[in-house]
């Protein structure tokens, strides 16, 4: 079965069901998630997430960066969010490389290019907590918190 058949029979089987047409476009529970595109996280599941609760913003290694903080200012300024919760993990794929590595699997065209990796999670969470507590295009009451999530037992630990 290909990719596209698995996605389709599965939003077949989603939308056959579905009842949550009219959910307003602002984030029901005021946050906003940041956290890394793992494929073991699952934060709708282990953050206890519907549909229409909360903007869940997703990059290698859940960093907050440029493009990170473009979405929690539409996030906040257009759509209401008053928190951020910056979510790291254990294990991350993040920590398994350096960019000298990358750049030189990739070749010439990689030179010079930042793929963010880091040697510590607590750390890169509390400097992403920072960045967004920081950052001057959002508030000072723009509320951010870190955790990082276990992906052994599923519990996320404050940092
Ligand atoms: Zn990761």
């Given amino acids: 079965m290909s990719v ?3 996605v389709t029979a599965a939003n077949e089987r989603y939308a056959s069901g579905f009842a949550k047409g009219a959910l307003p476009m602002p984030p029901g529970r005021k946050f906003a ?3 890394c595109m793992d494929a073991r996280l699952d934060p709708a599941k282990f953050l206890g ?3 229409g609760d909360a903007h869940v ?3 290698a290694g859940g960093l907050v960066n440029d493009e990170t903080i473009r979405s929690l200012v539409i996030s906040h300024h257009l759509l209401g969010t008053e928190d951020a919760v910056v ?3 254990t294990d991350c794929g993040m920590l398994t490389f350096t960019n000298e590595e990358l750049q030189e699997k990739l070749g010439p065209e990689a030179e010079g290019i930042d793929f963010e990796p880091f040697p510590d999670v607590a750390e890169r969470v509390r400097q992403s907590v920072e960045a967004i507590r920081g950052n001057p295009l959002l508030p000072d009451s723009f509320g951010a ?5 276990d992906v052994h037992t599923g519990q996320i630990d404050p940092v």
């Fill in 4 to 6: 596209v058949d698995e």
């Fill in 33 to 35: 998630v940041v956290t």
């Fill in 49 to 51: 997430l519907e549909e």
């Fill in 57 to 59: 913003i997703r990059n």
């Fill in 87 to 89: 979510v790291g993990h």
């Fill in 145 to 149: 918190t870190g955790f990082v999530y």
